[in-house]
């Protein structure tokens, strides 16, 4: 299972990153298009669309790509804490 070094910042879509967060939250396609009010075909779509461009092959590898590139934070791991203004 490899994870992709080759992602070019910027390539996905809001929409792209805020399926993957759900997928990491380990969400199903369904769970995922009934919180966004989407359908599952449109979830479905995206995930195809992700993977391509991740060069992941399934959900796991997704998600540790995601860890790796700091696109999600699970468990308090991978959690950027930005800085308080009011400091």
């Known amino acids: ?9 910027g390539s996905l879509s809001d ?5 993957i967060e ?5 969400l199903t396609n369904q769970e995922i298009a009934q919180q966004l009010e989407i359908s ?9 669309n992700i993977l391509t461009k991740t060069s992941t092959d399934n959900r796991v590898a ?3 790509w995601a860890l ?3 696109k999600v934070c699970l468990n308090d791991i991978n959690c950027c804490m930005l800085p308080n203004p009011n400091d």
Do not use: P
């Open 40 to 48: 599952k075909r449109t979830v479905d779509n995206h995930i195809s």
């Open 22 to 26: 759900l997928v990491a939250a380990g």
């Open 68 to 70: 790796d590139w700091g």
């Open 62 to 64: 997704l998600v540790r």
């Open 1 to 9: 299972m490899a994870v992709s070094k080759s992602y070019i910042s």
């Open 15 to 19: 929409r792209e990153l805020q399926i």
